[in-house]
């Protein structure tokens, strides 16, 4: 499906190996340009338990669909992996391309303005952050394979596409990787989807040197409080009312503003942008009332040490935010 229109939005597809900074790179995207994001599907929080390959396969068939769909209405889009990732780990096991990888390329071959960006690592970095992979046969396959990492990497050297290959351990902020997201969100494009801004407040956290961290049962994963600010309640003070009703602390003290930020998602034929405040927020004491949840929402509090927090968040914008906190408690400065 190709746009008629005389801007045409581009598509950036982020690979990279594990815990190379893919959804870092993404989440300053979404930050600096109107996008929209096909985020990673996951077997895992979608209790899949056989035939993974295969179900990866038709996801990864309808995510880019969706990517095309949101072009043809003028949205530029960024999309986490792709039918690329199961022939690269298939290719890193078995040093062969898989019997069905032809047809599949051909796919992403006939999408016009396609941008591949792969993020890598040195092996030795590689092979440290693997320990924290929760996929277990991920893990396994890595451990198991002297030459994942060079069949990986080699994987997207050789497929035919034109990849810009980004070493995140000193080019993930260097002005030509500015540069080359400057060439493909830079430019304006017209969309058809109608947006609506939301003004919201999350927060950090913490009670001594641990960090509070929210569980969602609905959505199987772990973020930090936030919520909507309501008509003529300040972003302060929504976060006060938001950490009270989802997690039942009341005892707590806002220490500063860590940082302000946008970014879009698609609901029901209208783009979304949420505008949020964060806040970095101390805890006096663990006393706690009732919560306050509403229907949708059902949480499980968590206290945890910094760095089990990090790869325990979900969202790289949280991540972030963690980050940033924990700069002003290490220097008592403002975090850049």
């Given at each position: ?41 996951n077997y895992q929080v979608s209790g899949i338990k ?287």
């Amino acid at each position: 499906m190709k746009s008629t229109r005389n801007n045409t939005p581009n598509i950036l597809l982020v690979e990279g190996l594990w815990g190379a900074g893919k959804s870092t790179l993404i989440s300053k995207i979404r930050e600096k340009y109107p996008v929209l994001f096909v985020p990673e599907p996951n077997y895992q929080v979608s209790g899949i338990k056989t035939s993974i390959t295969e179900w990866y396969k038709k996801q990864h068939e309808t995510r880019l669909k969706t990517a095309l769909e949101y072009a043809s209405h003028g949205e530029h889009v960024v999309m986490e992996r792709s039918i690329l990732s199961n022939a690269a780990f298939h290719y890193a096991k078995h040093a062969k391309m898989p019997d069905w990888f032809d047809s599949s390329k051909f796919s992403l071959f006939s999408v016009a303005n396609l941008r591949i960006f792969f993020l890598y690592t040195d092996k030795q970095t590689f092979m440290h952050n693997a320990k924290y992979i929760k996929d277990p046969s991920v893990r396994n396959a890595i451990k198991n394979n002297k030459l994942f990492y060079k069949n990986y990497v080699n994987f997207f050297r050789h497929i035919g596409f034109d990849v810009q290959f980004v070493n995140s351990t000193n080019q993930l902020a260097s002005p030509t990787v500015n540069k080359h997201l400057h060439k493909i969100f830079g430019k304006k494009v017209k969309s058809d989807f109608k947006e609506v801004t939301h003004p919201c407040s999350s927060a950090v956290v913490t009670y001594g040197d641990k960090l509070l961290i929210l569980y969602s049962k609905k959505h199987k994963q772990y973020t930090l409080p936030q919520g909507h600010i309501k008509p003529g309640e300040s972003a302060k003070k929504t976060i006060y009312r938001e950490i009270t009703e989802e997690t039942g602390y009341t005892d707590m003290k806002v220490l500063r503003r860590i940082r302000s930020y946008s970014f879009r998602f698609l609901n029901d034929n209208s783009v979304i942008k949420k505008d949020i405040d964060c806040f970095f927020v101390t805890l006096k004491n663990l006393n706690r009332v009732h919560k306050r949840l509403e229907k949708h929402e059902s949480y499980k509090n968590f206290i945890v040490h910094q760095d089990k927090g990090l790869r325990m968040l979900n969202w790289p914008e949280d991540r972030e935010n963690v980050t940033r906190a924990y700069e002003f408690i290490s220097t008592k400065k403002p975090a850049s």
